[in-house]
Every structure is written in C-alpha cells, then in structure tokens.
Nanobody, 125 residues
C-alpha cells in the first residue's frame, strides 16, 4: 500500500484547508484510514480516522467540531477538511492505513500499518 498526502500550505488563523490522501495497492479501499500530525518537538498524535466503509469516524478532542474526515473509495482517496484553523494546528500531517477493523481503542500510531510522507500545514496568527 502506498499513500500520498497533499493539500498542505500556509493559511491564516480562522481559515480552512482540505488535505487529500491518495492510496494505491491491493484492496486499499478495505483499509481503515487515519490522519495524524506531528508538530516540531512533539510526538506524532492522532487527529481523525474513518472505517473502510466510512460508517464510523473518530476525532481527537482538539479538532472535534472543526475537522471532518471522509473518503471516496471509488477514487481511493481520503480527505481531511480542516476549518477554523488555529496556530496550534501547525504540523506535518500524515495519512495512514490500517488493515484491521477500526475501534476507539485502535487510534495509536502503532495501530496503523502504512504511512504516507506527510504534508506541512502552517497556520499563522
């Protein structure tokens, strides 16, 4: 499985961005997908995840109500719509794929099997 994240950039606080993650590989549409982020000097943290059919979504408390994760299995693409961005959202954002089922207890970096290269999001104040 290969993942290619895109859509990052520089935006002012209060603005929005939409990240995309294009996936390729066998049966990739059956994988749960997630977004993580890593700010300078900090550990990589969970942001959002979606089950393979899109019926279940999970969000970190810090982004709940502002970010929306979605997927288009016909295009093998996952999206992260980020609204009301804050300077604290500045980070490199990574998409990831999980071969197993998605639960609320499986939202750690170690629960995901494949990773993209990351896209930088910078939110200015």
């Amino acid at each position: 499985v290969q993942l290619q994240a895109s859509g990052g950039g520089l935006v002012q606080a209060g603005g929005f961005l939409r990240l995309s993650c294009a996936a390729s590989g066998r049966a990739v549409s059956t994988y749960a997908m997630g977004w993580f982020r890593q700010a300078p000097g900090k550990e990589r943290e969970f942001v959002a995840a979606i089950s393979w059919r899109g019926g279940s979504t999970y969000y970190a408390d810090s982004v709940k109500g502002r970010f929306i994760i979605s997927r288009d299995n016909a295009r093998n693409t996952v999206y992260l719509q980020m609204n009301s961005l804050k300077p604290d959202d500045t980070a490199v954002y990574y998409c990831a794929a999980r071969a197993g089922l998605l639960y609320g207890s499986t939202l750690h970096t170690s629960d995901f099997d494949y990773w993209g290269q990351g896209t930088l999001v910078t939110v200015s104040s």
